[in-house]
Nanobody, 116 residues
Framework: QVQLVESGGGLVQVGGSLRLSCTGS????????MGWYRQAPGKQRELVAL???????QYADSVKDRFTISSDYVKNTMYLQMNSLKVEDTAVYYC??????????WGRGTQVTVSS
């Protein structure tokens, strides 16, 4: 199972930007799918952006045109560029991979706080 580690979270003002990074102990690009999820206090974890083999990239409607998922194969790292941040983007952000056998790996999360 891949060990994932997120970084790049922090405190930012409304309208600001952050870039989250996720790297793994194994080759994260061997996964069937990989992406970012978030969980705000009192809410369920939700999909933010997802790469899935053989499919186009998916984004939550709430982040389309503001967030971009990308990756660097050489660095074995996945990114989430977040622009035009809103208060409602405040959450713990998790990276995730899903193997071809259906096994899911999660990082511990990184806190993103957007202040007004």
């Amino acid at each position: 199972q891949v060990q994932l580690v997120e970084s790049g979270g922090g405190l930012v003002q409304v309208g600001g930007s952050l870039r989250l990074s996720c790297t793994g102990s194994g080759n994260i690009f061997s996964a069937k799918a990989m992406g970012w999820y978030r969980q705000a206090p009192g809410k369920q974890r939700e999909l933010v952006a997802l790469f899935s083999s053989g499919s186009s990239t998916q984004y939550a409607d709430s982040v389309k045109d503001r967030f971009t998922i990308s990756s660097d194969y050489v660095k074995n790292t996945m990114y989430l560029q977040m622009n035009s941040l809103k208060v409602e983007d405040t959450a713990v952000y998790y990276c995730n991979t899903q193997s071809w056998t259906g096994k899911a790996s999660w990082g511990r999360g990184t806190q993103v706080t957007v202040s007004s």
